[in-house]
């Protein structure tokens, strides 16, 4: 009886023992509960305002303190808008694909220009007539004039805002399979800068090639997909080693490098492959290990593709993140052609694009406007 008496009371004393640690347990939680849910608002907004869209939204369903927070400090991006050159006339439209509405704006200041270009909310245009290069913002009306010189079939970036004092702007012309001319410029120059180059690959240079500035260079993707890339600082020029992003065979169909483009995104360059019939590919450059990987999703982020410039957004609402949108309007202008990756398919269904058909100078993806009162609203 003793014996079961002892072992009763020991039974006893290490419940209470594991009922105590339990509850220093939850008491400890608790405090540590309370000392988030107590921080300072100006501490949480300093923390909250720092997180992504995706992540502020998370926040804001811990309690309605930080829901308030969030809310208050929640930045959403607009996307671009698609901007289009009229045939005849001058008045331009504007599609805000986020909205699905076009607006209409008179530029007579770019009668007679083609466009090449655009970034951080400048356009860079030619005028062959001319042979004038000039940069011009549609929003704010401000024009910068360059030395005259002769674009016929080539392509043509710049790395930033003309404004900025690091603006440099650069062209590659085929000469042969192992020779380039690249021409560079910036503003306030009074001449382009043209140097030829020797290629140690084969490397075609032609208005299909797609050029994208990234991390103090630019890179020039190729018709056969080979990556040429020139140091701005050094005046170099070279033909990374790295195999071209493979693609099925049926991609390679009449006009089917029309169907390409290349976008940059916080030091990481897109390509992105389409076909008429097919979903398209899209891969990331890996530096590391020299290739091309694809990608099956773009972890939020959204490309902006068209012919001559593509972009890439973070943080925008809805089913807009982890999207591909494309330079085609249909339904009457209603509707932007783009592709989910979330869900494998084309928006609006089945309504895939044969690029082959597309003036590649009809429109490009520009920066929206803070200020809407001079444009006029097509219902």
Known sequence: MAGRKRRKLRLLSETFKDDKRMAMRENNMMEHHESWSILPVELLELIISRLTLKDNIR?????????????SV??????????YFPKLGRVFEFYD???RKTYSLELPELHGCRICYNKDGWLLLYKPRTQRVLFFNPFTREMIKLPRFEMTYQIVAFSTSPKAPDCILFTVKHVSPTVVAISTCHPGATEWTTVNYHNRLPFVSSIWNKLVFCNGLFYCLSLTGWLGVYDPVEHTWSIRIVPPPRCPDNFFVKNWWKGKFMAEHNGDIFVIYT??????????????????????????VTLFASFLSSH????????MRNSVYFS???????????????????YPR??????GEQDPFESIWVEPPDDLSSFSWEG
């Open 275 to 300: 076909c008429y019939s097919e979903n398209p590919i899209i891969y990331k450059l890996d530096q590391v290990n020299k290739e091309w990987v694809e990608m099956k999703t773009l972890e939020g």
């Open 312 to 319: 890439a957004r973070t943080d925008l609402l809805g089913m």
């Open 97 to 99: 694909p986020s909205q």
């Open 328 to 346: 085609k309007v249909r339904f009457y202008g209603k509707r932007c052609i783009s592709y989910s990756l979330d869900q494998r398919r084309y």
């Open 59 to 71: 926040t804001s369903s811990v309690c309605k303190r930080w829901l308030s927070v969030a809310l």
């Open 350 to 355: 089945k309504q895939c694009h044969d690029w």
């Open 74 to 83: 929640r930045k959403v991006n607009k996307p671009p808008w698609l901007m």
